[in-house]
């Protein structure tokens, strides 16, 4: 070094425009050699003359060792992990009213007001009821006319049902009276007077009992006939209820009622809109799984609902549906789950992320800020002590769905690695480091 700088002591007395130096530097622990074009200003020569100063001075001493690097580290173990995959979708009511009026006419009354909770058959809009309502209750007169009289008719068949009992029994003794005569009057025992008088009993009774046979069953036809008439009467009734309820829009299901726009007095047709009415008791959720897990799919693997663009849970349901085919154009298949709601914290049409649980068993997760990428490929750092002292080694893995902050890991590391979770930004392959052991992995 003292012989470089005699060198440019010489070249700043020679006064020449500009010179080339080649500066033997084989001691310093920069350069072993450099190469520099100078021109005769000695302000520019100035650096170039500490550098040089410097770089003597300390070629002669070995330089520090890098110090170990801090870091803090976990030993991997095994935990539950969860195999998962995500799809999008938008959630269905099972069951969804679009209600609309059966029949024209003008609104009278709306009883119920848009987002109300109602019950099956509660009213929620009362036309006019024009000439129906005199149509019904003449209906229901009629019907219970036709009652009255098959009330009467019936009563009238129990009578006559009497009178031929009676009148066989009549004819039952006449008859035993009779024959009892015939034979005693061969034997002289009685008068002929005696066995007249039989003889007239039986017919006349014979006769009562036929008359009592044609009244009952005039009585019988009676009541047959009133009888059509109560179902003629009754079938009459229902169609004029019919007519009548169709002014009477009513809920099919229980659920609530969807915004209502029409008022009191507008004219509606049977074609038009009145509201909707969704059963928000619980959602289907349709989604398609690609081909190569369709083999894998069964009814009852769990789903999460999760809020879109967070893992917040909505709700959990099941698979209760898959289909039989699969898609040509997209070589999927079309599954639903099942959501209850007992909370009311989802809504028909409500667009959801949700996580088909294909899985759960023994594994191993690594904090997501451990994980760094490269092209597409995940690394992280493990402690290595192959060279006797603790060096950061970068490790290729292959990871899971995002759970919770961290990964599952499907291959690259094992239980008892060494993971370094901290000072990630200045690690590189190789380095020593300093490893202070935190909590295990949960």
């Not at 029994?169 to 003794?173: D, E, G, I, M, V």
């Not at 959801?352 to 088909?356: D, G, K, S, T, Y």
């Given at each position: 070094a003292d012989a470089s700088v005699a060198a440019l002591l010489q070249f700043l007395k020679a006064g020449r425009h500009t010179r080339r130096i080649a500066l033997n530097l084989e001691r310093t622990t920069l350069w072993p050699a450099m190469s520099v074009t100078v021109r005769p200003s000695p302000w520019i020569l100035i650096p170039l003359l500490t550098?040089?100063?410097l770089g003597g001075c300390g070629s002669s001493q070995t330089p520090e060792a890098t110090a170990p690097l801090p870091v803090k580290v976990i030993r991997l173990s095994s935990v539950p992990v969860v195999d998962s995959a995500l799809y999008v979708g938008t959630l269905q009511a099972i069951r969804k009213v679009v209600l609309k009026p059966q029949i024209q006419g003008r609104i009278r009354t709306?009883?119920?007001?848009?987002g109300a909770q109602v019950e099956p058959g509660q009213v929620l809009f009362a036309l006019e009821p024009d000439q129906t309502l005199p149509q019904y209750q003449s209906s229901l007169a009629g019907v219970a006319q036709t009652r009255d009289q098959l009330t009467n008719a019936q009563t009238q068949l129990r009578v006559s049902q009497s009178r031929l009992k009676e009148a066989i029994?009549?004819?039952?003794?006449a008859e035993v009276n009779y024959r009892r005569t015939r034979l005693l009057i061969r034997e002289g025992a009685i008068a002929q007077l005696v066995a007249d008088q039989a003889a007239t009993e039986y017919k006349v009774s014979r006769e009562q009992v036929q008359v009592a046979r044609r009244e009952t069953e005039a009585a019988e036809t009676v009541v047959r006939q009133t009888q059509a008439q109560v179902f003629r009467s009754q079938a009459d009734s229902a169609s004029a209820r019919v007519s009548f309820d169709f002014k009477q829009v009513r809920s099919p299901i229980a659920g609530q009622v969807g915004d209502i726009t029409l008022r009191p007095g507008d004219l509606v047709t049977n074609a038009q809109t009145l509201t909707t009415i969704t059963d928000n008791s619980a959602f289907d959720l349709a989604f398609s799984v690609p081909a190569n897990r369709a083999s894998q799919l069964r009814s009852g693997l769990t789903v999460l609902l999760e809020k879109p663009g967070s893992e917040q849970v909505l709700g959990e349901g099941r698979?209760?549906?898959i289909s039989p085919e699969t898609s040509q154009m997209q070589q999927a298949v079309t599954v639903k789950a099942r959501f209850p709601n007992r909370q009311g914290r989802l809504r028909d049409s409500q667009f959801?992320?949700?996580?088909?649980i294909w899985r759960t068993g023994p594994g191993l997760r690594v904090p997501a800020s451990a994980v760094t990428r490269i092209g597409g490929q995940a690394f992280v750092y493990t402690v290595s002590t192959q060279t006797g002292q603790p060096t950061a080694r970068q490790q290729p893995v292959s990871l899971g769905l995002l759970q919770q902050q961290s990964y599952p890991v499907l291959s690259?590391?094992?239980?008892g690695d060494r993971l370094i979770v901290s000072n990630l930004l200045q690690l590189r392959p190789n380095l020593p480091v300093q490893p202070q052991t935190l909590t295990a992995t949960r």
């Open positions: 550098a040089l100063g709306i009883p119920v007001a848009s029994a009549r004819f039952n003794l698979l209760n549906f959801v992320q949700a996580r088909l690259g590391l094992k239980v």
